[in-house]
């Protein structure tokens, strides 16, 4: 390597090569663990963490030490315990996914964070977006399912059409952006539209297994009663007006079990909020806000977790 045998190179720069090369004789593999990583330092620890972003892969590096931070607590060859693996959760986010979406990166990371915890405590059922625009949250769900070994459906239910006008209980804060509809038909604003075709190409992107993925495409009103998607989860809410909200709130909280959870990204528009009042019989009991850095308290998304 370099004009020089291999075997006279130093560990560090033998340990960069043989990275680059699993990588590349492994184009599928998307995890590299390298069991000796005390031996790199800080000079080649940058290579390699640039590789792997280049590269779209996760790097494990298993280092000697007693610095706390992130880790993996491994007993009798089973995973015991995760310490601080949000913060590489929110490193994938914010590389692959947090670019192309809607969503702010605290929202992102606020879908991580739930879904692991999901997975974590066993809570049963599906994960679902309801309106997925480039499908930025289902990614990160199907992204965290991977991370931890779990097999958990993800549905993207969308129009792929875009969001639809305005209605009667939508308020200023959306009606301008996406027009006002006139009788009670569902009409396309051309807002916010990717195709299911452009969907699944981020998908694959952003490295999804499509086996665990289920895109129903349609207008919630008319896919939403017909589809049997079992217990849920995790129910992502993001169509931003009242109807579509409603339609989603009485079709799928039902399905939500006990212990699982909802989150509500625009709990700041009024008829999204009056929309989940009006399911509920009020505001939903023990809420979240989650801070986005974008909205000020009462303007942020919410989440909760559902008691039965
Ligand atoms: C704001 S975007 C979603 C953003 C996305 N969750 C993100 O974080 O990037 C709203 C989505 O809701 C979908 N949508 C809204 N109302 C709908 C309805 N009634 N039926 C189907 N899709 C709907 C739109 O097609 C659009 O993709």
Request: some cysteine.
């Amino acid at each position: 390597y370099q004009d020089v045998p291999f075997g006279q190179c130093g560990a560090a720069e033998r340990l960069r090569v043989s990275v680059a090369m699993a990588m590349a004789a492994n184009p599928d593999l998307r995890v590299i663990r390298v069991t000796d990583a005390s031996l790199l330092d800080d000079n080649n620890r940058a290579i390699i963490d640039e590789m792997a972003k280049e590269h779209d892969f996760q790097i494990w590096l298993e280092i000697v030490g007693a610095e706390e931070g992130v880790g993996v607590v491994i007993e009798d060859g089973m995973v015991k315990e995760f310490l601080g693996v949000h913060d590489v959760h929110k490193n994938w986010v914010e590389t692959q996914v947090f670019k192309g979406g809607l969503t702010a990166l605290p929202t992102l990371c606020a879908t991580a964070a739930i879904t692991s915890k999901i997975l974590e405590q066993g809570v049963e059922g599906c994960l679902v977006e309801c309106g997925v625009f480039k499908g930025s949250h289902p990614a990160v769900m199907q992204y965290i399912c991977r991370f931890m070994g779990k097999r958990r459906l993800v549905y993207l239910f969308d129009s792929f059409e875009g969001i639809p006008k305005a209605g009667p209980n939508d308020c200023e804060g959306i009606a301008p952006l996406v027009g006002r509809v006139d009788g009670d038909q569902i009409e396309p604003s051309g807002v916010s539209i990717c195709s299911l075709n452009e969907v699944s190409g981020y998908m694959r992107k952003w490295g999804a297994d499509p086996t665990m993925l289920r895109f129903v495409k349609g207008w919630f009103h008319q896919t939403l009663p017909t589809t049997d998607i079992g217990p849920i989860a995790l129910l992502r809410l993001d169509a931003d007006l009242y109807e579509s909200t409603k339609t989603c709130m009485t079709y799928l909280y039902p399905r939500v079990v006990d212990g699982g959870y909802v989150i509500v990204d625009d709990w700041r528009l009024d008829g999204v909020k009056k929309a989940v009042c009006d399911a509920l019989g009020g505001e939903p009991q023990n809420y979240h806000e989650i801070p986005d850095g974008v909205g000020d308290s009462g303007q942020r998304p919410i989440f909760w977790k559902v008691k039965r």
